[in-house]
């Protein structure tokens, strides 16, 4: 199984294209105080959501 962790924040996506397109945004991820966008699956959540809309996992 291939892995696909960010070599900086070592966070792993699981799939080739969240990494890429975490790569693309240069690894700027929400804080966990709710300020900030947040990445998950390729989508970005700016509006308070605290799912993503693809996998259901918590952002």
Same mark, same amino acid.
């Given at each position: 199984?291939? =892995?696909?962790v960010c070599p900086n924040c070592e966070i792993d996506f699981g799939y080739p294209q969240g990494?890429?397109?975490?790569?693309?945004?240069?690894?700027?991820?929400?804080? !966990? !105080?709710?300020?900030?966008?947040?990445?998950?699956?390729?989508?970005?959540?700016? !509006?308070?959501? =605290?799912?993503?809309? =693809?996998?259901?996992?918590?952002?």
């Amino acid at each position: 199984m291939a =892995s696909y962790v960010c070599p900086n924040c070592e966070i792993d996506f699981g799939y080739p294209q969240g990494l890429a397109v975490h790569k693309e945004l240069g690894c700027e991820w929400g804080t !966990d !105080d709710g300020g900030g966008a947040k990445y998950c699956c390729g989508m970005i959540y700016e !509006d308070g959501e =605290s799912t993503c809309k =693809s996998c259901g996992d918590p952002l």
